[in-house]
């Protein structure tokens, strides 16, 4: 099996000109788009797609691990109507898909995170349930299995007060006609198992956050001098929820071209990638490495930004 085969089913969002990205395309036909968030070893979801061969399903995973089973699974079983992305879904949902988009939402067993000081962790909190209510279609469902009834309660509370879903069903032990690794190993167990439906009934506004197709990059008129760049590891910089860090700074042999490995936060989002210094016939620019794509997020671009100014202050 060659990498291109492999690879083939899973979606590069960083590489996309245009947000949120444009599923018919990439599938090659309109049909109903359907996400399963957190597939772990995606047997759910292959199953479900062997089951429903008209529908468009997309998978979203934040385990490189997981990823790579999943993949090899799907290569082997030869389907052709999955799409995966490894990405957190609390940010990606939001970015990738559009208003009014997804027929169906599923989540099998999320990281309950159960204690007080881990609840940012969620996944399932007012602000996703946000996005949920704008990328669902309207009379579209989100089904939730997991094997913590207080959470699923918690959840049924959310969407609830959303204003935006009524809920459908709240059922204990339900039988599925799918099942999955973490919902067999509880049933082993003797687990109670909580599934909850709810339908969207009305569409919420969200904030999608990253920005235009240009990578970003800045201008410098005069040179810079090589201990100013140096000087910037461990810069740290906060404005507006956008913050950004220089974590290490690198130089080629003639001190001339800069890499600073920069990491960047927009709310709770994180990414690490590469800026280059480096000079050109009328100064110097500061632009993203290509090696690694960032996101074009608002923190990215002041990282840009803010690193360009410092430096063309101290322009020589
Ligand atoms: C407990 S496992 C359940 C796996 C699978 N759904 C099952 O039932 O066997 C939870 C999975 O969700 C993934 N996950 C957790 N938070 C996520 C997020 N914000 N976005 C995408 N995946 C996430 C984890 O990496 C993990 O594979």
Do not use: C
């Amino acid at each position: 099996m060659t990498f291109a085969e492999l690879f083939k089913y899973e979606i590069k969002p960083h590489q996309a000109e245009t947000f949120p990205l444009n599923w018919e395309e990439i599938f090659r036909r309109p049909a109903p788009l359907v996400l399963e968030i957190g597939f772990g070893n995606g047997e759910f979801l292959i199953e479900w797609a062997r089951r429903n061969p008209d529908w468009n399903l997309v998978g979203m995973e934040l385990s490189l691990e997981s990823m790579e089973r999943a993949l090899k699974r799907i290569q082997a079983e030869g389907l052709s109507n999955i799409r995966l992305i490894r990405d957190n879904a609390k940010f990606a949902v939001r970015e990738l898909f559009g208003e009014s988009t997804l027929d169906y939402v599923i989540m099998n067993f999320p990281d309950p995170w159960p204690k007080e000081r881990h609840r940012h962790r969620r996944t399932l909190n007012a602000g996703f349930i946000r996005t949920l209510a704008n990328v669902l279609k309207k009379g579209a469902t989100f089904e939730l299995t997991t094997d913590q009834g207080w959470y699923a309660e918690n959840a049924s509370e959310l969407f609830s007060a959303s204003g935006a879903f009524e809920v459908l069903e709240f059922r204990r032990n339900l039988h599925r006609p799918i099942s999955t690794k973490y919902e067999r190993k509880w049933l082993k167990l003797g687990r109670d198992i909580f599934n909850l439906k709810v339908v969207k009934r009305n569409t919420l506004d969200v904030g999608r956050i990253i920005e235009g197709k240009k990578m970003p990059h800045f201008i410098l008129p005069g040179n810079v001098d090589s201990q100013q760049v140096f000087s910037l590891k461990d810069f740290f910089h906060k404005e507006d929820g956008k913050v950004f860090a220089v974590k290490e700074v690198f130089a080629d042999s003639t001190r001339a071209v800069f890499l600073l490995k920069v990491v960047s936060t927009d709310d709770d989002y994180s990414q690490t990638f590469y800026l280059v210094v480096a000079p050109r016939s009328d100064g110097y620019i500061v632009k993203i490495d290509q090696g690694v794509q960032p996101y074009r997020t608002p923190a990215v671009k002041l990282a840009v930004r803010k690193i360009g100014e410092i430096l063309s202050q101290e322009a020589q």
